[in-house]
T-cell receptor
Framework: QKEVEQNSGPLSVPEGAIASLNCTYSDRGSQSFFWYRQYSGKSPELIMFIYSNGDKEDGRFTAQLNKASQYVSLLIRDSQPSDSATYLCAVEGDTGRRALTFGSGTRLQVQP | EADIYQTPRYLVIGTGKKITLECSQTMGHDKMYWYQQDPGMELHLIHYSYGVNSTEKGDLSSESTVSRIRTEHFPLTLESARPSHTSQYLC???????????????FGPGTRLTVL
């Protein structure tokens, strides 16, 4: 089992819809969770991070964390064609691991 | 937000050559990282550093080596390049408030390496 799992997609949504991206992780001791966006051929760029259970909103983006169920999700409201990219979930491991573990990413396509 | 730079952006080189990929950041971040990513595939951590004179290997076995003599500089070296080293190499840094805490990583633009 991978440490961080994401559906590879592609997830296709129409412009203006809500895109929902999910991520599960295996390490119950994980404390920090990050969402990155990566356009084809480019490097990842941070969208947002979340530490506490519940929702965290930043503009059109909302991260949701449920540590009991070991999943974290990203909602994108009013999806735009420019949101089409691969979204990477990253998880901080236990205290013995001092770097992030990335999922393989979900490819999102927003249809105009 | 970090300013992090990588050179060269693209490199095509023959088998057996020694290469050094440069990475530098201007924000005084303690932690720096090297990732390898093939097209459409996931990121793999190959090296990381908590600070000057500190380096550790990551998850993915790599024939490369790194050094951290200055806070802002984290070069990656391949002594003898092979076609299997063809990939995208991404450098990242983070503030690193304490060794036990992972914080937000910011990525450089990457170096796309092709070994013929």
């Amino acid at each position: 089992q991978k440490e961080v799992e994401q559906n590879s997609g592609p997830l296709s949504v129409p412009e203006g819809a809500i895109a929902s991206l999910n991520c599960t992780y295996s390490d119950r001791g994980s404390q920090s969770f990050f969402w990155y966006r990566q356009y084809s051929g480019k490097s990842p760029e941070l969208i947002m991070f979340i530490y506490s259970n519940g929702d965290k909103e930043d503009g059109r983006f909302t991260a949701q964390l449920n540590k009991a169920s070991q999943y974290v999700s990203l909602l994108i409201r009013d999806s735009q064609p420019s949101d089409s990219a691969t979204y990477l979930c990253a998880v901080e491991g236990d205290t013995g691991r001092r770097a992030l573990t990335f999922g393989s990413g979900t490819r999102l396509q927003v249809q105009p | 937000e970090a300013d992090i730079y990588q050179t060269p952006r693209y490199l095509v080189i023959g088998t057996g050559k020694k290469i050094t990929l440069e990475c530098s950041q201007t924000m005084g971040h303690d932690k720096m990282y090297w990732y390898q990513q093939d097209p459409g595939m996931e990121l793999h951590l190959i090296h990381y550093s908590y600070g000057v004179n500190s380096t550790e290997k990551g998850d993915l076995s790599s024939e490369s080596t790194v050094s951290r003599i200055r806070t802002e500089h984290f070069p990656l070296t391949l002594e003898s390049a092979r076609p299997s080293h063809t990939s995208q190499y991404l450098c990242a840094s983070s503030e690193g408030m304490s060794p036990a805490r992972t914080d937000t990583q910011y990525f450089g633009p990457g170096t796309r390496l092709t070994v013929l």
